[in-house]
C-alpha cells in the first residue's frame, strides 16, 4: 500500500499535505490502528484531512468508498480526494490443491 502511494505521490507531483480527503478500505479485516490512520501518520497530512476507514464490507467496499468521495466533492468544492482500496490475503490463504480447499481463495474473484 505504502509503495502504491509513493509511487503516487510520485509520479503526480502532488504532496500528501494537499489531500483534502482519504478513504481507505479494506474488504474483511480491522487492524488497530485503522490504515487510514497509518496513512495519515506516515505522510504526515494535515489535521484536518477527511478520513474514513472501511473495513469488513466485502466486496462492496471499493464502490463505497468511491461514493463516499464523490458525495463529499459535493460539498467540498476543489477537494483533492483519494481512495486507497486494500485486500486481505493473510493468514486464511490455501497453498494445496484440493479445489474444494480453494474456494476461499477464490470467492470474491468470481462473483
Known sequence: MFDTLDNLF??????????????VNVCL?????SLTAR???RYKMRENVK???????GCS????????????F????NS???VVSTEDL???????????MMLSNCLFRSL
Open 61 to 72: 467496499a471499493s464502490v463505497v468508498a468511491i461514493d463516499v468521495v464523490q458525495q463529499l
Open 90 to 100: 493473510g493468514a486464511h490463504w490455501y497453498c494445496g490443491t484440493d479445489k474444494k
Open 10 to 23: 510520485k509520479k503526480t507531483a502532488i504532496s500528501p499535505s494537499e489531500i483534502d480527503i482519504l478513504v
Open 51 to 57: 478520513a474514513f476507514n472501511l473495513a469488513g464490507m
Open 39 to 41: 496513512v495519515i501518520n
Open 29 to 33: 479485516f480491522s487492524p488497530a490502528p
Open 80 to 82: 483533492v480526494g483519494i
Open 74 to 77: 459535493k460539498t467540498y468544492k
